[in-house]
């Protein structure tokens, strides 16, 4: 069963950056494709970012071009790195996980295993 940990929210200034971090245990990690999502208070939890098995990226388009994601599959994690932050990023990100062939869905639903979330908080 696949185990995330999620990292490296803080507080930070508008136009500021950060670095995001899970890190995978309890599976193959090469055979998942791996997701970031937010759920600011009140709203529903929306899609970040998305990685596949091959490394190919998805971005939401309110996030392309200030954030990045990644994966180390020596190092069994993925990363979202966040520039040019906003007010509006502020949100407690999750890390996910999935073993199905990944095309794009920004569905949470889609996604089966979960990391606790990291709280990242923009200030104006």
């Keep these: 069963q696949m185990q ?3 990292s490296g929210g803080g507080l930070v200034q508008a136009g500021g950056s950060l670095r995001l971090s899970c890190a995978a245990s309890g599976g193959t990690f090469s055979n998942y494709a791996m997701g970031w999502f937010r759920q600011a208070q009140g709203k529903e939890r929306e899609f970040v970012a998305a990685i596949s098995r091959t490394s190919v990226t998805y971005p ?10 990644s994966r180390d599959n020596a190092k069994n994690t993925v990363y979202l790195q966040m520039n040019s932050l906003k007010p509006e990023d502020t949100a407690v990100y999750f890390c996910a996980a999935t073993r199905k062939y990944y095309y794009g869905s920004t569905s949470p639903s889609f996604f089966a295993f979960w990391g606790q979330g990291t709280q990242v908080t923009v200030s104006s």
């Design 4 to 6: 995330l940990v999620d």
């Design 60 to 69: 939401a388009d309110s996030v392309k071009g200030r954030f990045t994601i």
